[in-house]
Nanobody, 122 residues
Framework: QVHLVESGGDLVQPGGSLRLSCAAS????????MGWYRQAPGKQRELVAG???????NYEDSVKGRFTISRDTGKNTVYLQMDSLKPEDTAVYYC????????????????WGQGTQVTVSS
């Protein structure tokens, strides 16, 4: 079994910054990709940023230039640095990982964290 634990969510004023962290633990052989999604009230969950094992990244258009995703492969941890936050960034942020297990090298399994609340408000 694999667990993803997020941290770093908080209430912040517009223009402020937050750094989210997500640590994966368990019977992990490798992680192909990790990402951050968010879900605002009444809206569908959307991909915010993703990072592959080789370091390639992609971002949702509205966060380009403001958010930065990074990864510590040795710690199985992914980060999301969020700068110049806007009220529309308010959402529950979820971590996601595509994991290859020690018990099954032939495919990857997708795991989700429990979510962390980010609120941007004055």
């Amino acid at each position: 079994q694999v667990h993803l634990v997020e941290s770093g969510g908080d209430l912040v004023q517009p223009g402020g910054s937050l750094r989210l962290s997500c640590a994966a633990s368990g019977s992990i052989f490798s992680i192909n990709a990790m990402g951050w999604y968010r879900q605002a009230p009444g809206k569908q969950r959307e991909l915010v940023a993703g990072i592959l094992s080789g370091g390639s990244t992609n971002y949702e258009d509205s966060v380009k230039g403001r958010f930065t995703i990074s990864r510590d492969t040795g710690k199985n941890t992914v980060y999301l640095q969020m700068d110049s936050l806007k009220p529309e960034d308010t959402a529950v942020y979820y971590c996601n990982a595509e994991v290859v297990l020690h018990s099954d090298y032939e495919r990857f399994y997708v795991y989700w964290g429990q979510g962390t609340q980010v609120t941007v408000s004055s």
